[in-house]
């Protein structure tokens, strides 16, 4: 599969929108904010060359929250390379880009200076680049590791420098200083570090094979003969560079190698990674060949668990590309945690929940359901430990509670494992975490009030209790499950009777309307509310922009009044942003697949592109990403509800290695009638489908079907028929239609046993 890792670095940049997708509005940055470093599919560590520009440390750009982003270099340019970038984020406080490595040919005191950046590739495992010094750059990275390996022309004073010091972005306020830090050289060409960053103590195990004199540094002054370096109480007012180099002699050609392991739990278990990842040190079987060969092997595994059938390599590389963006994150890390002392799973960089849950982790969930469970664990340790199921987790100590963007969305995730009956969690467990968290933050005010504002979040903790009702039903505790009932019914005083949409409110990124078409559990209940069918595809017509004239996107640095006549549209954001992706999907419970196919061929086919500027907006961890390996699948998962909704794949054929490593389950869907789509060209319609060769007349099939596999097979032609305009997609308001909530909600406990 030909993967391109530097799709989504660049500006969107995409040939102009035509028909419905021209009516479709983008409010956050058009870029992808990706980076082209090397990655490790779901590992802990990721490798890139650095210039400090928002937000993975990669690139050419400034902090941008909306319209297209500014500048921050005019080129490509880097001052060495780092570790442990983001995938695709926007703005969440802190970077990471810790142990900047840079190959020098200049004096010490020359460390920061940028370099531009030519003759850049990169696949999956290994990124390279030649700085203007002249020195040509790999990196490539395992799961808890990374080696450099750097090739010098002839020089009297080449150097390797290592700066601990440096983390964050070269944005105002950007920067993340060490608390407190440690080095130790122990032997030539072996050193040792640690460096606490919010709070999370991050060590290091360092070897290069430099045949070179080995020193400490210190505020760019070197310590000939110091061995160790220490920092108690670092301060942004005290912060000087510190960290570790090797300098000598180069012969035109020579090659140097560093290698360095990580952990969150001391120097000695960063050694043991390091030696697990990469060999013995200085062995020839841990070398950079051999573990670049090893990642790619094991990226290859990950992307041959799909594989479609096209003519066209562009959009082939669109998919491959889009399913690799989808693996990246969230970093497992299993016996990693420096905040609680479990051996088991541990993750971060769940960076936000509310980009993932509603594809990336059905995604993880389909193909590697083992990883998924290891996600799961790690979520309920968090919780255990923290107090809370995170909206987002980074490296740092404490989770980030992203309040303001939703609540409860773990549950999706966690309701789907169980439904799945995945072996592996202990449910009675997840259970009192799962209903602990639902009463926290928002969620008194949803017991005491019946809706919080903002009200999405109403929606939010609604369908946290209908997710969790089926855990306890799991695990038969019927008591629980009827209590949650009608406080997973509360999601309908989120809207208004009389517009169909939510009530006014505040809301993060976007507005009501985006809000409005999420797909609840009981979307027939919903529709209702909207005055029935016709109504509800009225306002879904208005949304997506059906008859209305094109719209003009944001520039550089819009203005607050052209944000505002954007907002006004109530459109479609058109994948640059995450909350209204599933509305699309929103027309089969009304009877139209059609409308679903009409929305789904136009982005799928004019959002998204090849080159730099192929991605409409931020990847946000890959949440855009496996949307569109979803949506080109014919495929779309409902978070939470065990379900998969059908539509017209982009692919003549596709199969789908389903069930993770060791499985040999394939979903296959295929096609007749199937014709190459054009971007500006017309959509193809489900006209008729069957499972294992028995009709289905539904839109949709349960997870468990998905997950089986077998033989999907969709009839499709130029024009609609009646498949899938006589039945819904189910709906379900809970366990008990009769049940009551308990007199005093907030003091309702479930009382767990032992795990």
Request: glycine share 10%; with cysteine.
């Amino acid at each position: 599969m030909d993967v391109d890792p530097f799709i989504g670095t660049e500006i969107t940049d995409l040939p102009p929108p035509t028909g419905l997708a021209a009516r479709w509005w983008a409010p956050k940055p058009q870029v992808g904010n990706t980076h082209p470093g090397a990655t490790y599919p779901l590992g802990m560590v990721s490798a890139c060359a650095y210039s400090g520009a928002y937000p993975t440390g990669y690139g050419r750009y400034d902090l941008s929250t909306e319209g297209l982003p500014t500048a921050l270099h005019d080129r490509q340019v880097a001052s060495g390379f780092t570790h442990f970038q983001q995938s695709g984020t926007g703005a969440i406080r802190k970077y990471y880009n810790y142990l900047r490595v840079t190959p020098m040919l200049q004096p010490l005191d020359d460390l920061g200076q940028l370099w531009d950046l030519t003759d850049e590739e990169a696949e999956p495992g290994w990124y390279a680049a030649t700085l203007g010094s002249g020195v040509r750059c790999e990196v490539t990275v395992g799961p808890k590791s990374a080696i450099h390996r750097y090739t010098f022309p002839a020089h009297r004073d080449a150097r390797v420098v290592i700066d601990l010091s440096l983390g964050g972005l070269a944005i105002p306020f950007g920067q993340t200083v060490p608390l407190r830090a440690h080095l130790h050289t122990l032997e030539p060409g072996v050193a040792q570090g640690e460096v606490v960053v919010e709070g999370a103590p991050l060590a290091v195990h360092v070897e290069c094979d430099a045949p070179w004199r080995q020193m400490l540094w210190y505020d760019r002054r070197l310590m000939p003969g110091g061995t160790r370096l220490d920092f108690d109480h670092i301060r942004p007012t005290t912060l000087r560079p510190f960290g570790l180099m090797w300098a000598g002699p180069s012969e035109p050609g020579q090659v140097v190698e560093v290698r360095l392991g990580f952990s969150l739990r001391g120097v000695e278990q960063a050694r043991a990674n390091l030696e697990a990842d990469c060999g013995p040190a200085r062995s020839l079987a841990g070398g950079f060949d051999a573990r670049r060969e090893a990642t790619a092997q094991t990226w290859r595994e990950h992307l041959g668990a799909v594989t479609v059938d096209s003519p066209s390599a562009e959009r082939s590389t669109v998919f491959s590309t889009a399913l690799y963006h989808s693996l990246i994150k969230p970093c497992l890390a299993p016996g990693e945690s420096p905040f609680w002392p479990a051996d088991g799973a541990f993750a971060f960089d769940i960076a936000t929940m509310w980009d993932i849950y509603r594809t990336q982790l059905p995604l993880l969930t389909l193909l590697r359901p083992e990883r998924a469970v290891e996600l799961a664990q790690a979520l309920l340790y968090i919780s255990e430990e923290e107090g809370n199921l995170p909206i987002g987790y980074r490296m740092a100590r404490g989770a980030d509670q992203f309040s303001r963007q939703a609540s409860a969305l773990a549950h999706t995730f966690l309701a789907d494992l169980c439904e799945l009956g995945l072996p592996g969690m202990d449910w009675d467990w997840a259970l009192v975490h799962m209903h602990n968290d639902l009463r926290r933050t928002y969620g008194e005010d949803f017991l005491l009030r019946g809706k919080v504002h903002p009200i999405s979040h109403t929606l939010d903790l609604a369908f946290g209790y209908w997710c969790t009702a089926k855990v306890a039903e799991h695990v038969g505790d019927r008591t629980l499950a009827t209590q949650f009932t009608p406080l997973a019914a509360q999601w309908a005083n989120a809207l208004d009777p009389v517009t169909g949409l939510l009530k006014d409110s505040t809301f993060y990124e976007g507005g009501p309307w985006n809000y409005s078409f999420r797909l609840v559990h009981d979307m027939a209940a919903r529709i209702g509310l909207a005055g029935g069918e016709g109504a509800f595809i009225d306002l879904l017509d208005r949304f997506f922009g059906v008859g209305a004239p094109p719209v003009t996107q944001p520039g550089v640095r819009p203005s607050v009044e052209e944000m505002a006549a954007g907002y006004a549209l109530n459109r479609f954001e058109g994948l640059n942003n995450e909350p209204d992706m599933e509305a699309p999907w929103a027309y089969q419970y009304a009877g139209r697949p059609d409308r679903t196919a009409d929305v789904v061929h136009a982005a799928v086919h004019q959002r998204f592109g090849t080159g730099r500027g192929g991605l409409p907006g931020n990847d946000d961890s890959g949440g855009l990403s496996s949307w569109y390996v979803w949506a080109s699948l014919g495929l779309f998962p409902v978070a939470g509800q065990n379900l998969a909704l059908i539509n017209a794949p982009s692919w003549r054929e596709a199969r789908i290695d389903v069930g993770g490593a060791g499985s040999d389950a394939t979903l296959t869907v295929e096609t007749s009638g199937f014709v190459e789509p054009e971007p500006d060209g017309p959509a193809q319609y489900v006209r008729a489908a069957s499972l294992d060769g028995v009709p289905l007349d539904r839109t949709w099939l349960t997870g468990n079907e998905l997950h089986r596999g077998g033989r999907l097979h969709l009839e499709l032609g130029p024009t609609p028929t009646g498949w899938g305009t006589t039945t819904r997609p189910p709906s379900s308001p809970g366990p008990s239609r009769s049940s009551r909530p308990p007199s005093d909600p907030l003091t309702t406990q479930r009382t767990g046993g032992p795990r």
